[in-house]
């Protein structure tokens, strides 16, 4: 049966985190992601989960991971200075291939920057936040009841691919309400981590027989095994064999790219015969959505594409577009983040690529993106 409720974005992240089977949230208040901590301080002792608030978003996050090696799906939130706090344990959880779902709501910066307003700022912290050779996933809602979606498919992605899954929100989304249908949790597909077959003394934590994501065996279920942050083999343990290493690096990339096709999520919109393709993502592409509707109006021919899954980027996606369309305009709360990955994409195509930006902490309307259209098309 259908449940109607009406939500928060930030409301739609606790009540989807609950029903993907999140048991432990670790986390810091921090404006405008607190509303999930006080959320899941509410709703996880109803489940028999785990609520903890640490000193620090560090800390929170290392608890996070903490809690996954244990076997439970574990969840922290944070917003722009929090988020480049947990950067370190980010990088942690991606070498020791540890589940985990991030929500970063984000606002202006940097630094403190704006706490309450909105912005897209973190597009790029995102993906290269923390340092090394990486692959993760990010993804983009634009809508409360796609927030309630996505942070399901990103517990089912952390525990498919044994990686840490990065929700990226922003505060018009997380703060607006809106209805929100919700399903009874059988509806729902949900996936849980594999976990080993062979005894526990011949268990490996990253032993590639089992495919290219291992189980993960629980700690304290009678396996024990070793998790570090250096580059290691097998068995946990810590190598600086070239071989080793480069196969780690190797695989810790291709178990995302290789299977990319399975999350490579985006929306288009009147794209098969527009001229100009607008490109945005999250609160902005809501504007753009209205703003390409009145374009059309104005015998203009223009579509919408807007990325779901930000990271890995959709390149294959814009190539696409930039065989028939004349021109690419990207709208973002920010100075150009996204834009430069736009540009790769259609480099050595006859696409022009345009740019709208905002980092003053306001939402891009769809009049100055209708103004924008009509002025790069000479209207």
């Not at 449940?3 to 930030?10: D, H, P, T, V």
């Not at 432990?24 to 509410?42: C, D, L, R, V």
């Not at 903890?52 to 939130?77: F, N, R």
């Not at 929100?180 to 077959?197: F, G, L, N, W």
Request: hydrophobic share 40%; aromatic share 8%.
């Amino acid at each position: 049966m259908t449940k109607i409720e009406l939500l928060s974005g930030n409301d739609a992240v606790v009540k989807a985190a609950i029903t993907a089977g999140c048991k432990f949230y670790g986390g810091y208040p921090i404006t405008p992601s607190s509303e999930i901590a006080e959320g899941m301080a509410k709703e996880l002792p109803q489940v028999n989960g785990k609520f903890i608030q640490m000193e620090d978003e560090i800390a929170g996050i290392g608890a996070s991971i903490g809690a996954s090696l244990t076997g439970a799906k574990a969840m922290t939130a944070t917003s722009g200075p929090g988020f480049s706090l947990k950067q370190e344990h980010i990088g942690y959880a991606i070498m020791g291939e540890i589940p985990l779902v991030i929500v970063n709501v984000m606002r202006g910066g940097p630094s403190t920057g704006m706490p309450t307003y909105p912005a897209q700022s973190d597009v790029m912290q995102a993906r290269w936040g923390t340092h090394g050779d990486h692959e993760l996933i990010v993804l983009t809602p634009c809508s409360v009841q796609e927030i309630f979606k996505l942070t399901i498919e990103a517990f089912n992605l952390s525990e498919k691919y044994r990686v840490p899954v990065i929700l990226l929100t922003d505060e018009i989304i997380a703060h607006m309400r809106e209805k929100v249908e919700i399903e009874a949790r059988s509806e729902y597909k949900i996936i849980d981590r594999a976990k080993p077959t062979v005894e526990p003394e011949n268990y490996n934590p990253f032993d590639t027989k089992h495919g290219m994501v291992p189980p993960l065996a629980p700690y304290g279920e009678g396996y024990r095994f070793h998790i570090t942050g250096l580059t290691h083999d097998h068995t946990g343990f810590p190598t600086s064999n070239p071989d080793l290493v480069e196969k780690l690096q190797e695989r810790l990339r291709d178990k995302i790219l290789d299977n990319k096709k399975y999350f490579n999520w985006y929306e288009e919109r009147m794209v098969d015969d527009a001229d100009i393709v607008v490109v945005a993502y999250g609160a902005t592409a809501r504007s753009a959505m209205r703003a390409i509707k009145d374009a059309r109006l104005n015998n203009i021919k223009a579509g919408l594409y807007r990325p779901i899954t930000m990271w890995p980027f959709g390149y294959e996606n814009i190539k696409k577009i930039a065989k028939t369309a004349k021109m690419i305009l990207v709208v973002e709360m920010n100075l150009g983040q996204v834009k430069g990955e736009v540009e790769r994409a259609v480099a050595g195509t006859k696409c022009k690529v345009k740019f709208l930006g905002k980092a003053n902490g306001e939402l891009i309307t769809p009049a100055e993106i209708g103004t924008k259209i009509m002025e790069v098309m000479n209207v």
